[in-house]
């Protein structure tokens, strides 16, 4: 099996290193990975200059773009042929609800999955991933342990899977549970502040967020102390609205 890994913490990221020696038990790694942190830049590609390619090691490369750029330059580029599936992180911090509208991790797998790759986007749900670092490492075998088994599922063409590991050791992690998106509601995530010449400037991020999620949903799941593993599709579209309106325009 052939696999590519990539993130949005950059290439020197403790999550992509995790990530790769989980893979490295399925098949053969192939990294291509921003040269920086690209978080929070979601499915952006990178139009209005070139981007550069850079080979740090065989197998591996660095590009000076998106998670998104990584996916296509590896599929349509770097690699020797198309990987079997794609893998994003180990983001360092969670992935969800809608942090999957925002996550350059979970982009980079919606890309694999627009490439016709199946996909798989992991995130570690620690706050502070200096602190716990060492419990993403520890969670090495555990991954492998997962990742085995999702490649192995027959999951519909058009599904990626959004696994958000929980910050405990690996004894004490529960299971795995199959959940949905919950909703998040951030406060104070956007502060004023003024710049050195006294102009007003906002930062955004940070600030508290609280989460509000059914029984079944990523939220509890890790709250509760268990892997969730939340299949998405890249189809927005409201069927319910679309098969109830259906003679709205009617009117016009
Ligand atoms: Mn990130």
Redesign the pocket.
């Known amino acids: 099996m052939r696999l590519l890994c990539t993130?949005?913490?950059g290439i020197l990221a403790v999550g992509i290193e995790t990530l790769v020696r989980a893979a490295e038990s399925l098949g053969e790694v192939h990294v291509v990975a921003p040269d920086r942190?690209?978080?929070?830049t979601s499915h952006s590609l990178t139009l209005h200059h070139p981007v550069r390619p850079v080979q740090r090691g065989e197998r591996r490369w660095q590009v000076d773009g998106t998670p998104t750029d990584c996916v296509l330059l590896a599929v349509q580029a770097l690699m020797p042929g198309r990987p079997d599936f794609v893998l994003s992180g180990v983001?360092?911090?969670q992935n969800m609800g809608e942090d999957v509208l925002y996550?350059?991790?979970v982009a980079a797998a919606m890309e694999g999955l627009s490439l016709g790759i199946p996909s798989i986007a992991v995130s570690f749900a620690a706050t502070d991933l200096r602190a716990d670092a060492q419990r993403l490492t520890d969670q090495t075998e555990l991954l492998a342990r997962l990742l085995a088994h999702l490649v192995a599922l027959r999951l519909p063409a058009d599904t990626l899977l959004n696994v958000n590991l929980p910050p405990l050791p690996p004894d004490a992690v529960k299971g795995v549970r199959v959940t949905r998106l919950g909703r998040r509601v951030y406060s104070n995530s956007l502060t004023p502040m003024r710049d050195p010449w006294g102009r007003q400037i906002f930062w955004i991020g940070g600030g508290s967020a609280e989460w509000s999620g059914e029984p079944d949903s990523d939220f509890q799941a890790v709250r509760d102390g268990y892997i969730s593993v939340t299949p998405l599709r890249l189809d927005l579209t409201h069927y319910d609205v679309l098969t109830s309106q259906e003679s709205w325009w009617r009117d016009l």
Do not use: I
């Open positions: 993130n949005d913490d942190e690209q978080s929070a983001n360092h911090g996550s350059g991790t």
